[in-house]
């Protein structure tokens, strides 16, 4: 690959990040407000007693199977807010939040603390998921360690393919995006990017599954652990190449 193609690859990372942020940017109040609830109904029942947190427990889970739904109808993709190297700092910060709430749930209803402080800490709860659900929706673009490595061996022919490109990048920043949602970003026919896919699938970096929706069956596409290594490994090594064709334009003038 010459260094002036990987600077035209990374631009095409950019152009692909922005139409993902443009799909995901707008998540609307009521989603997050719908997570707030969530969190304070399990904080909430924790802090009532053994029976009401046995109760609450299948509508938690109803309501986060009903929520994910929403979002892959809505988006055509679902992103679960883990991101590693863009939002893990913050998930281990709620993730503790979320242990501390809990504690001081069972400490109340060991304690026989009153229904106003019970109903206090599931307010606190609501409020502090809102935050962390708004911190976690926009699509954070992948970032690297700063360093780029002392070789250029991460270039995958697998991955090279521009449209490829495009796949493995979308689905980099998301858990899993349906068929429709890639044509549309990607911008090819559907046969153009069925053939993209399996050749993915092939090289054992996508993973194709079929899922009903409204009637049809809807094929979703995501990432493998061998995938998302492979596409970090070819972006380092796309902006090496890019570094070296800035550090070339610059010598000569």
Known sequence: MHPSDAREALADIQIVDARLAARLGDCP???????????????????ASGMVQI???????LAVVLTVRSDRKRYGMFVNGYR????RPLMIVYIGVMMVLVLA?????????????????????????????????????????????????GIDTALHAPVRLQIAAVLARVSAAEFATLKEISGVADSVLSKHLSALG?????AVSKAARDGRQRTWASLTSAGRK????????LKQLAAIAQDAAIAAE
Do not use: Q
Not at 84 to 87: C, D, L, P
Not at 230 to 237: N, R, S
């Open 202 to 206: 092939d090289a054992g970096y996508v």
């Open 84 to 87: 590693r190297g863009a939002t």
């Open 105 to 153: 749930a069972m400490h109340m209803r060991i304690n026989g603390f009153g229904v106003a402080s019970k109903i206090g800490l599931a307010a606190v709860a609501f409020v502090i998921a809102i935050f962390f659900s708004t911190a976690l929706a926009p699509p954070v673009p992948l970032r690297s360690d700063g360093k780029l490595k002392t070789d250029i061996s």
């Open 29 to 47: 109040p009521w989603r997050h407000a719908v997570f707030g609830g969530i969190f304070a109904m399990m904080i909430g029942s924790v802090a």
């Open 55 to 61: 109760m609450a427990a299948p509508l938690v889970l």
């Open 230 to 237: 492979a596409f970090a490994a070819h972006m380092e090594a």
